[in-house]
Nanobody, 122 residues
Framework: QAQLVESGGGLVQAGGSLRLSCAAS????????IGWFRQAPGKEREFVAA???????SYADSVKGRFTISRDNAKNTVYLQMDSLKPDDTAVYYC????????????????WGQGTQVTVSS
């Protein structure tokens, strides 16, 4: 099973950028589909973006055109480049791994990281 560790969160002004990293250990990384989810205070966790082992990507409508997900299998790492950040993007961001399909569905993921806080000030 994969163990996941997120990093790269922090405080940024609206319009700024951050790059989150999700480093994996255990299992065969290239076979995992990786998703990013986020949870804002008082809200349910929601899908942000995902990338399959075959490099297919999927984005939530709210981040499409602003966020880019990518992976480096040689480094066992998935990245989430976040540009044009808005205060509504403030949340704890989690990465998760699965071998299942339907990557927008939270319950399809088996392994989760501990999360990293992203705060966007107005």
């Amino acid at each position: 099973q994969a163990q996941l560790v997120e990093s790269g969160g922090g405080l940024v002004q609206a319009g700024g950028s951050l790059r989150l990293s999700c480093a994996a250990s255990g299992g065969t990384f290239s076979s995992y589909n990786i998703g990013w989810f986020r949870q804002a205070p008082g809200k349910e966790r929601e899908f942000v973006a995902a990338i399959s082992g075959a490099m297919f990507t999927s984005y939530a409508d709210s981040v499409k055109g602003r966020f880019t997900i990518s992976r480096d299998n040689a480094k066992n790492t998935v990245y989430l480049q976040m540009d044009s950040l808005k205060p509504d993007d403030t949340a704890v961001y989690y990465c998760a791994a699965t071998t299942r399909k339907f990557l927008r569905i939270e319950h399809n993921y088996d392994n989760w990281g501990q999360g990293t806080q992203v705060t966007v000030s107005s």
